[in-house]
């Protein structure tokens, strides 16, 4: 159970900062879907076995199907902004507000994607060694 497709990628993904989120396929929306309408059925196809959908991301039983893995993140928003926020001074031990200034990311996507890629890449790079 540790080391499935989901299971090793999930857990290198939770290890980039502000990963708050990883489902792979319809991820949640397999809770209001029924089975009926989201299982990968299988066909022949050109003399092979292929999936006819990929509603599961491309892992079933914490295996890979051969069918492109599919895997989303959810990334919390940067907290460090120029607007005020309510904090706590820890000398005093007495309510302050923060105000960060200087240098901030009010968005970190650029960064965030090629950084979600690789570790995907490296996942599966360790479950194939």
């Known amino acids: ?36 309408k989201v299982n990968d ?23 890979s199907t051969g069918a492109p893995i599919v895997v989303s993140v959810a990334i919390k928003p940067t907290p460090s902004i120029s607007r005020e926020q309510k904090s706590v001074n820890l000398q005093t031990l007495e309510n302050e507000t923060l105000v960060i200034n200087g240098r901030h990311d009010p968005c970190i996507v650029p960064r965030a994607v090629p950084v979600i890629e690789s570790a995907v890449a490296l996942g599966i790079l360790d479950l194939m060694m």
């Open 41 to 63: 059925g299988y066909e022949m196809k050109d003399g092979k076995v292929s999936l006819i959908s990929n509603n599961n991301g491309g892992v079933l039983g914490g295996i």
């Open 1 to 36: 159970m540790f080391d499935t497709v989901e299971g090793k990628l999930s857990s290198i993904l939770f290890g980039v900062p502000a990963v708050k989120g990883v489902q792979f396929g319809l991820g949640f929306d397999f809770v209001t879907s029924n089975a009926s």
